[in-house]
Structures are given as C-alpha cells and as structure tokens.
C-alpha cells in the first residue's frame, strides 16, 4: 500500500471488516483517502427499473432532495444503459463522476461522487472501486435489508413481498454463451407470477410460471412450485422430470393450478429441452423476424389428469432472442401492445433494456393500473465464443 492508499484486496477486507451496512462507506472513505472526493453516495435502481434512491455515505453530506429520482431520461438512466462512467463539471470548479455498479450484467445502481481532479488513471480507480462495490453489495445484502429497502419506491403488499423472495436475487445476468434479463410489473401488489434461472457446469435452467388467482393465495401457490421445481432440479432432474414433481406437489396439497414453461439450455450446443404446462408461447427473434415459436402445450400443473407431460426440443442460434411471457404481458389492456413490433424495435438493445421496454409499453397500455402480474424473460443465445469475446463489453 502506497501513500496510505487502499489496492483492492484491502479494500475488499475494510469491507469485510465494516457492518454489512456500511459497505458504501467503505468506499467513500477509500475516494476520500486517496482522491479527496466529496459527496460520494451511492444510488438503488428500485424494483422495476423506473426509479433511483440515493444512500449517501455515512458523515456526508445529506442529499438536497432525498426524493426517488425518475431514471427515464436522467443522466443515471444515460450510465446505466451505456454501462459507461460519466464525468462532467459540477458548476464549482470540480468534476460530478457517476460510475455504473453493475455485478455479471445486473444494474445495481451508480456510484457519485465530485472529484476535485479526474484523470485517466484516478477515473479508472474510481471504476476499480464501483465494480468492488458491486461484489461487496451482492456479498452484504445477504446480512442486512438495507440494500432491500433502497429498491422500495412504494408500499408492497404481503402477496408481492412473498413473490419478490421466490425471484433469483438478480434480475440479469450476462455470461459467455448468453444474456439474459427478466422484469415484473407491477411491483407493489398482487401475486402469482415467478421467473427463475440458474447455471450450472454444462446446463441453463429458465423457468418462467403463472399461479391461478391472485393476492395472498396466488403467491403462496407461488411458494409451492417454485420449491418443488428448486428441490427437483438442485437433485439433478431434467425439464421432465423437475415438470413432473411440480405437478405431483400441487396434486398432493390440493394448493390449486398454475401455467409453467421450463427450458434447459444445452451450454454446448444452444439445444433447448422445453416443457410447456397450458404457458403462453415463446416469442423468438431470428434474422430480423420475430415469430411465435410452435409448441405443443400440456396441462397446467395441479390439473388432475392421465396425460403425462412432454418434453421437446429446441435449438437456439447465434444471435437468437427469446422470449418468455406471462399472460398478463398479452391480456386485457396489454392485449394492445404489439409485442412483436416492440420486440423488433428493440432488437439492438441489451436484453434488460428491452425487458424494460416492453414492460414500460404493457403498464403504458394498461395506464399503469394492471389487472394481472405481467413478466417477461428475454435470453440471447451468443453460442460459443473464442475467449477474448468474453466479459461484459463483448456485447459492444
């Protein structure tokens, strides 16, 4: 350590040494130190994507307005979309630095702070530092809800409190073969709508589900298959097999139905074992063409029925986009989306811009006051690439 500055490897164990509550002041007090920063905080992208809360660092300056910030058209929204650090006069002779906190394609948030002097190399630390925070914030959020509360822009029933704890902790997630991102609307009420994935050695496991009903009953069905669908497939089941166990815990508890699409995604091959439970088709975009993908649909879970349910098979491309959707994205006033069209549109976009494109134009069609969980999970299929392509700027 030079100067008394911190390399990252200390200020990863000051962090670890700090409350898990304090974690943004860790890294203040590291800019303070080595930089002079002041008015550092750190700033929540909340549950939907729409807003941003500022959390200032500990003995610093309290915000002039404590307010959400409105993310669309705000210079935030600027750093989060190009996942690039803004510098720009702060009007006091110093510079406003805001950096993008993002951990595996998740947008956490950003990083400000005002610098009296930003060269390349101080800016590229100040990069150093929000990308540590990132990993310290995932690590920490696991002891504290601090980081929970920040996301919170409005009051959340007891339905969408239960439903938010049965999402994956990040809503994207980027790796070498893929990219993915998922958004549900609306954040603060209702119940019944899941999406979940996860990656192991050689597989891709989405789910994208629909309880019946709604409130407390539809998020506790929720509960339900989503547990029985984790247990199955952390015990190494196949679509088939986690799709039966599903049906079996909702049969054995009389809980109710609930739609289903579950897909595991060959990392070799881009090969997809999909079974669909009465869900809504998939959306694809291939070579400019968006398209409904034919499937063959079984019965919801829960429905008491001799027909077993199936497995198919689809195969993914380089450059694929797919699509995965609740009904609430095609029901009643979203019914006047076209989703196909928005899907084209945002062709270009990293797949959590266009999640928040087309839930923006769903809850726009619906004039904000949804009758129905709507969700969406978009998954770019990349293939395999040669390992320079790898990492977060391979996108472009």
């Known amino acids: 350590m030079k100067g ?62 404590d307010e959400p910030i409105d993310l669309h058209g705000s210079v935030y929204d600027d750093v989060l979309r190009s996942q690039r650090q803004l510098v720009e006069p702060d009007g006091q002779g110093g510079r406003r630095v805001i950096t993008p906190v993002t951990n595996r394609g998740d947008c956490i948030g950003v990083l400000e702070a005002t610098l009296q002097s930003a060269d390349d190399t101080v800016l590229q630390q100040v990069r150093d530092a929000a990308h ?45 073969q893929f990219t993915l991102a998922a958004g549900l609307v609306p954040a603060d009420d209702i119940g019944g709508d899941t999406y979940d994935y996860t990656l192991d050695r050689d597989t891709l496991h989405l789910s994208i589900t629909d309880a019946m009903g709604h409130d407390t009953n539809s998020a506790l069905l929720a509960t339900l298959l989503v547990g029985a669908l984790r247990r199955a497939r952390r015990s190494g089941c196949d679509a088939l097999k986690q799709a039966h166990h599903a049906h079996e815990a909702m049969l054995s508890h009389n809980r109710g139905l609930a739609t289903g699409q579950l897909i595991c995604v060959k990392l070799e091959t881009g090969l997809c074992e999909l079974v ?53 994205m095609q029901d009643r006033g979203a019914a006047a989306v076209d989703l196909a069209s928005v899907i084209y549109d945002t062709r270009a976009l990293h797949p959590r811009e266009a999640v928040r494109s087309l839930t923006a134009a769903v809850l726009d069609a619906c004039h904000d006051n949804l009758k129905d969980d709507a969700t969406v999970l978009i998954l770019d299929w990349h293939g395999k690439r040669r390992p320079e392509q790898t990492g977060p700027d391979a996108r472009g």
């Open 132 to 176: 540590a925070l990132a990993y310290i914030i995932v690590t920490d959020r696991r002891f504290t809800d601090l980081y929970h509360l920040g996301r919170r822009t409005t009051e959340t029933s007891l339905a969408a409190e239960i439903q938010h704890q049965l999402l994956p902790s990040a809503p994207c997630c980027e790796a070498a």
């Open 4 to 65: 008394g500055d911190l390399e990252l490897g200390e200020l990863l164990t000051a962090a670890e040494a700090a409350p898990p509550g304090e974690s943004v002041d860790v890294v203040a007090h590291d800019l303070q130190k080595r930089f002079g920063a002041e008015r550092v905080s750190f700033l929540f992208v909340d549950l939907i994507g729409q807003r941003l809360v500022r959390l200032a660092a500990f003995g610093g300056e309290a915000p002039d307005d």
């Open 276 to 328: 669909n439970a009465g869900h809504p088709r998939p959306l694809r975009l291939r070579d400019g063409t968006v398209e409904e993908v034919r499937l063959s649909a079984n019965l919801p879970f829960g429905v008491a029925a001799p027909t077993a349910y199936r497995v198919q098979e689809l195969q993914l491309l380089p450059g694929d986009r797919l699509v995965l959707l609740t009904d609430g």
